[in-house]
Nanobody, 125 residues
Framework: QVQLVESGGGKVQAGGSLRLSCAAS????????MGWFRQEPGKEREFVAA????????YYSDVVKDRFTISRQIAESTLYLQMDSLKPDDTAVYYC??????????????????WGQGTQVTVSS
């Protein structure tokens, strides 16, 4: 059974940084895509970034590109999201997600079968 557990959320002022972690367990994730999504109250969940677990190919939304960095540590089976130059618009619940295949649309919520419980990020102005 795949389990994803996020940590590292919190409150920060605009311009600050946070690093989110996602501990993944339950199986080997070779050839999987691991991603980060976020959701504000009353809005749809949106894609933030994704990474191919094995070859480290990365994908970013235009909104966070050049400010956020996704990475993974295979030995620790942990996914990371380094968030710099944070803005109030980045305030949301951030979710870690996993999908079995590297085919298809890496940014599509329905293509991810496994999700963490989410961690709140709040950026004040």
């Amino acid at each position: 059974q795949v389990q994803l557990v996020e940590s590292g959320g919190g409150k920060v002022q605009a311009g600050g940084s946070l690093r989110l972690s996602c501990a993944a367990s339950g199986r080997s994730f070779a050839s999987w895509i691991m991603g980060w999504f976020r959701q504000e109250p009353g809005k749809e969940r949106e894609f933030v970034a994704a990474i191919h677990w094995l070859d480290r190919t990365t994908y970013y939304s235009d909104v966070v590109k050049d400010r956020f960095t996704i990475s993974r540590q295979i030995a620790e089976s942990t996914l990371y999201l380094q968030m710099d130059s944070l803005k109030p618009d980045d305030t949301a619940v951030y979710y870690c997600a996993a999908r079995k295949t590297d085919e298809g649309n890496y940014a599509a919520v329905p293509e991810y079968a496994y999700w963490g419980q989410g961690t709140q990020v709040t950026v004040s102005s």
